[in-house]
């Protein structure tokens, strides 16, 4: 082959193969069914789901808004800065988590969580709670024993003694009131007398700036063991009413993210999975939102979970077999959270583990635990007072009348005579005691206004 045929071969080649390469482009480029578009979108947000945690690192400044449309990227942008800051901090005297899903925390699991560790609590079957009917003027079987009940009660009053009643953090002195879930019959009222306001994060902005010109400390309630499908931050994260939609739910529980519905009382929560990167940007949002909002301080609920999986039948468990030093982790980084915002922690409802808790929270919200007491159920108040009150830390108790009434009736006591032991017991263990219908109402009663 001569050289002219050998440039004529090489020409024909590249002519063909242009042909057959824009032939093959045709054939490859086609317009996609709907079907096969749908399917595509789907799986592309399942990446950005999974991959959303590793996103926006490289972004500026965070800019939080007011509203908390865009509450998942801003907090994205918080963790990856908060894990920065913390490496260094981190390394030093500990070992650093491998995953995104194991949290250092400073304290010691305990699993005893009885508050003294030389004595035991009497035990005391259901069947002789129910048997044993209280008087005013007589403890419960389930207190502590006597010398170290007295040794205990001595210490929180020298603490409220030597404690004043407006200051900041609160303790053994403050006064409270709590208004939580909004209410169009029942706005919050700004008139009651208290020093501390506990109040529910979407609160009116003018009703935050009211009180806090008036001197009152201000506390964001924030729910951060389940989602309340009802409250508008929550479905504009989650894409919609978890409630009302079925197949919202189920995808949110098919990534992990969503468990159990919270009980047949709240039928529209449901438990968070405390172990889900997801979970905790979505909680540091509202940590955010707290702090715009200009609240002094942020009380959590629903840290729990664990001793709904601990004790309850499969159905009314959160759907994660959550253990105690799963939950023990959680509560502690949700403290350290609210601190690196400049804003106090507040505990709510997790007696189990109130002796590690109480080095890193500010207070205790708790609820019934006098009817609890009386029921024999959870020493609540007791392991508080031991390791809260102690150490000069506010606690504040809901008893509600609906429960009181059916404690009272079951033990042939009037709802005045229960009410009267409980504000014994709140004065031996340093907790400000407020019987009230509900938390929507603003109204509350006082020990000093039956006594």
Known sequence: MNSLQKHLYLAFSIVLLSITSLAFAQVTVRQLSNAEIAEHQRHLEQQQLRQLPQQTLQRDQLQVDQSIDQSIDQAVVSQSRVNQSQTGQEQTGQQQAQTTNQVIYPFPVNTTYYSDDSKQLPQQTNQQTQQQAIAPTVSNSISYITDAKAEQVATIQALKQSALPNAWPPNLNSTWQVQLFLDQQNPINTSIKADIYDIEIDAPQAVINELKARGHKVICYLNAGTAESFRPSTQNVFGGNLASDTALLEKWRSHGVLGNVYGERFSNEFWM???????????????????????????????????????????????????????????????????????????????????????????????????????????????????????????????????????????????????????????????????????????????????
């Open 273 to 451: 999975n405390p172990n889900n990167v997801f979970v905790r940007t979505y909680v540091q949002s509202l940590l955010n939102k707290c702090k715009n909002k200009g609240f002094d301080g942020v009380s959590f609920d629903n840290l729990d979970g664990f001793s709904f999986d601990k004790w309850n039948p499969e159905p009314e468990q959160t759907g994660f077999s959550i253990s105690a030093d799963e939950q023990l982790a959680y509560n502690l980084w949700l403290a350290d959270e609210a601190h690196k915002r400049g804003l106090y922690a507040g505990l709510k409802n997790t007696a189990e583990i109130a002796e590690p808790l109480s080095q890193a929270f500010d207070w205790v919200f708790v609820e019934s635990c006098y009817s609890e007491k009386v029921r024999g159920w959870e020493p609540a108040c007791e392991n508080y007072a031991h390791h809260f009150a102690t150490k000069g830390k506010a606690i504040y108790l809901n008893e509600y009348d609906w429960n009181m009434q059916t404690v009272a009736d079951e033990n042939n006591m009037t709802l005045q005579e229960l009410r009267r032991q409980y504000c014994a017991w709140a004065e031996e263990d340093g907790i400000f005691l407020m019987f009230r219908e509900n938390d929507t109402k603003s109204t509350r009663l006082l020990c000093r206004d039956i006594l």
